[in-house]
């Protein structure tokens, strides 16, 4: 099951059920199936505060993915920052709407084993969000 959630921000605009749909065929061309995602939308205060307590860093970030998943089965919980996601539209000139499901494709990427820290990684990451995106775009007939 896939929630959806906010800590002080409203819920962004977003269609829940193409946006499961999505993720859905996102996780299974991976060879995963979703289980249990929890995505937690929320401000900068809030996405410092998460980036302290769990990880020790002390920086803004759009996502920060907890990975609970066992096998084949994706869980998590997904915190995005609304405020860096429009931050992050702004400075690269791209369509909010397409920022924000960047980053909320992002957290499933992780989830399915794309990283993007290491020697090359960023560009692998890049790509699978770019495909994902293009399918995206394909199920809701959104302009991009």
Not at 104 to 110: A, E, M, N, Q, R
Not at 137 to 142: A, G, P
Request: glycine fraction near 6%; proline fraction near 1%.
């Amino acid at each position: 099951m896939i929630s959806y959630i906010t800590d002080g921000v409203k819920m962004p605009a977003i269609s829940k059920r193409e946006n499961n749909k999505w993720l859905h065929t996102i996780a299974a061309s991976y060879g995963f199936r979703i289980g249990d995602i929890a995505y937690i939308f929320c401000n900068d205060k809030k996405i410092l505060e998460v980036n302290n307590q769990f990880l020790h860093h002390n920086y803004y970030t759009d996502i920060i993915t907890f990975d609970y998943s066992t096998g084949k089965t994706l869980h998590g919980d997904i915190f995005i920052s609304l405020d860096t996601v429009k931050s992050n539209s702004e400075q690269f000139k791209t369509n909010y709407d397409t920022e924000l499901h960047r980053v909320i494709i992002h957290g499933i990427l992780h989830l399915c084993g794309i990283n993007d820290k290491g020697p090359g990684e960023r560009e692998i990451m890049e790509q699978a969000e770019n495909e994902a995106l293009r399918i995206w775009k394909q199920q809701t007939k959104s302009v991009i």
